[in-house]
């Protein structure tokens, strides 16, 4: 079982075939959205809508917990993760796709563990995306001749607010060359639940370091519905070569967990 969170208008379900909905109990409340169970070239796939299906849910208050362990409970390895995102870097142009390969968190609101009683895991994240998924991706890009960089480190806000000018300088000073509210926590419990875990960031503008430029939502939504297209047909393409064998992501939890004293 492959898993695809959908971002803003890259959860279209007509991706998959034979598909049914199926809503999930979870331990930590709701998911954003019902599952929805179908395949892609025989790929059986598992595909949530991280802001719900009318984009009703901001960055803040997705339970990404919830989404992440309804996806394990299903069986899914690997997870697919669409984003719109904010380029950086004069390089990274609207309507480029962005594989990231580091993070930075910017958050403070949010529940980043499955682990906040009895036990305490610290997951390693030194490498926090999946190089399989991440090679097999930028191949697949490379071949469709979608523009694409193969690397980038994403920084993560809390939202749902756009940046300050001075804000997006500082960003662009630590090393960030995109940004999106939405990547963590998904790649920390992602890592936790033993599962590989790659982000297809798509950069919908420039954020406002240049000051010429200025980000509002209209903008990201025009971009954003005019790329939408090459992003699904990476996934199509894409899925069907992913292979099932156990990846090193998958392993980092089983030395990560510290059992508290019962005393």
């Known amino acids: 079982m492959i898993g695809i969170i959908g971002g803003s208008g890259l959860e279209d379900p007509k991706i998959l075939k034979n598909s049914e ?54 069986g899914v390895k690997q997870v697919l993760a669409t984003t719109a995102c904010g380029s950086l870097r004069e390089e990274i142009m609207p309507g480029q796709i962005v594989f990231p390969k580091q993070f930075i968190d910017w958050t403070s609101k949010r529940s980043s563990t499955f682990f906040d009683k009895g036990k305490v895991c610290h997951i390693p994240m030194a490498n926090p995306f999946c190089p399989k998924l991440s090679e097999l991706l930028c191949e697949t890009a490379k071949k469709l001749k979608i523009p694409h960089h193969d690397h980038g480190t994403v920084v993560t806000i809390e939202g749902p607010r756009f940046s300050t000018r001075a804000e997006s300088h500082m ?9 999106n509210m939405s990547t963590v926590p998904e790649v920390v419990l992602a890592r936790e639940a033993g599962m590989c875990y ?16 200025s980000v509002d939502i209209s903008k990201v939504l025009e971009t954003f519905k005019s790329n939408v297209e090459r992003v699904k047909r990476l996934l199509v393409e894409a899925i069907p070569k992913i292979e099932s064998k156990e990846c090193a992501c998958q392993k980092h939890i089983d030395s990560s967990i510290i059992n508290l004293s019962e005393d």
């Open 21 to 74: 909905e199926i809503l999930v109990e979870t331990p930590y409340g709701k998911t954003s959205s019902p599952l929805t169970i179908g395949e892609i070239a025989g790929k059986k796939i598992a595909l949530i809508s991280r802001h719900g299906k009318k984009h009703e849910i901001m960055p803040s208050n997705v339970n990404s917990r919830a989404n992440i362990w309804a996806l394990k409970e299903f």
């Open 171 to 179: 960003f662009r000073t630590i090393g960030g060359d995109i940004i």
């Open 198 to 213: 790659q982000a297809i960031a798509m950069a919908t503008d420039y954020d406002c370091w240049k000051e010429s430029e």
